[in-house]
């Protein structure tokens, strides 16, 4: 297990920082509010995604800039945390850039996670 880990922070195997953004929302009287923005920095692999990828994406990604990052920090789709309050899909600051995760696979029990995002346009930041 310590051998993988070791691998996905790898500089030769394209180990590199990022920091993964997950935003915290409340629904109040319709209106999602931004509550805030809980930051993890962490150090993974990033590589651009491969053809079998983006095949299991859908059809409004397939065209756009889309990465691999194996984390060893779990990455999130999003989820509700009570009738009122959820997160938002999580979001990747790489190399000066904003991807918004997309895809993930949860591979915990072998200590990482990996992700797809696609690069976000500076109109959707």
């Given at each position: 297990m310590q051998q993988l880990t070791a691998a996905i922070t790898d500089?030769?195997?394209g180990g590199g920082p990022?920091?993964?953004v997950?935003?915290?929302y409340r629904q109040f009287q319709g209106e999602k509010q931004h509550v805030r923005d809980d930051r993890y920095e962490t150090y993974g692999t990033v590589h651009?995604?491969?053809l079998s990828d983006?095949?299991?994406?859908?059809e409004e990604y397939r065209h756009e800039t889309v990465l691999i990052f194996h984390s060893p920090v779990s990455l999130s789709l999003g989820v509700r945390l009570d009738?009122?309050?959820f997160t938002a899909p999580d979001r990747i600051l790489y190399r000066f850039r904003t991807y918004?995760?997309?895809?993930?696979r949860d591979w915990s029990s072998c200590g990482?996670?990996?992700?797809?995002a696609v690069l976000q346009k500076e109109a959707d930041q």
């Open positions: 500089e030769e195997l990022f920091v993964i997950r935003s915290v651009p995604a491969k983006l095949e299991l994406l859908p009738d009122m309050t918004l995760v997309i895809s993930v990482f996670c990996k992700a797809l």
